[in-house]
Each structure stands twice: as structure tokens, then as C-alpha cells.
């Protein structure tokens, strides 16, 4: 029965096996690797776009703010109690 058994199914040498799962693991991790750096690419460009935006946004508010002369305020006006009816 051992010989007819052999017949039927190929053995597969285990290196083959771990060289398959290895090669598996190394392709899985390149595209883990890739995601990552364009993760981290991707953040660096709109971090970058963000700066700018605020540093464009605090210039135009300083230009506003020397743009319009300060005006003083008058003081508030107190206000008569007001009384309630007993």
C-alpha cells in the first residue's frame, strides 16, 4: 500500500513550501512597505499645503487689520435698572 500511496500523491519537499510562503511574505510585505511610504508621502504634501494655507491666512488677516484704522470705541452705556412691577 506505501507504493501505490507514493504513486498517487507527489510529496512536496518542505523548502519548496517555505520557499513559496516565503516569497508570499516578501511580495506582502514590499506592498505593506509601498502603502506606507505613500501613506507617509501623501501626509507630508498636505501637511506641507496646510502650512502654507495658514501662513497665507495670517498674512491676510495682518493686511486687514493695517488696512482698517482702529477705531476707538465709545463707552458703553449704563443701562437704567429696570424695575419690576410689585
Known sequence: MPAAKKS???ETP????????????E?????AEKDARDRAA???KLRALRLER????AAE???AAKAKPAAKKAPAKK???VKEPA
Open 79 to 81: 443701562k437704567a435698572p
Open 8 to 10: 498517487l500523491f507527489k
Open 54 to 57: 495658514e501662513a497665507a491666512e
Open 27 to 31: 511580495i506582502a510585505m514590499q506592498i
Open 61 to 63: 488677516a495682518e493686511e
Open 42 to 44: 501623501k501626509t507630508e
Open 14 to 25: 518542505t523548502q519548496v513550501r517555505a520557499t513559496k510562503a516565503d516569497k508570499t511574505t
